[in-house]
């Protein structure tokens, strides 16, 4: 199973998302790999914000890492499950898509959790170390219960 986690920039919370479901890869012994990307170009190359890197360090994950990357369409055909981060980011992987195959790929993260509510992951990129912790909180939520489901 191969796990892809996609924001905007790939500096905030893909890398988040990646860091944290790959703590639960480890911890469920699932047989699956994660990496994660951004929709825009902005960050190629670049390592996680340091307030993402400085929120997972609390909770045991290093991402410090990561280098930030952009979505491709190749990626349709390297993963099983792509998992956008807001409603923006979900629409534009879609659009890149080349068959129906390709888009039931795709998933909104909250959907694991938020059944009927709101299911984006706000962008702490323009607010502080607290912003970055509500989207720990949300992504740790979602992707413990990813773990548990493909543990099934
Ligand atoms: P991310 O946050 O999508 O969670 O990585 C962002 C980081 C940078 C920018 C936007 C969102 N930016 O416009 O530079």
Redesign the pocket.
Known sequence: MNILMV????????PMAEGVMRHKIKEYDLNANVDSC?T?D??ISQSP?KRGIQTLLKYGIDISQHRGQQFKVADFDTFDLIFA?DTKNYSDIVAKARSQEDIKKVKLLLDETHHDLQKIVP???YGSLVDFEETYLLIDNACEQLAKRLSL
């Open positions: 924001c905007l920039g790939n500096i905030c919370r893909s951004g825009a902005y960050h914000d981060m962008d702490p990129y």
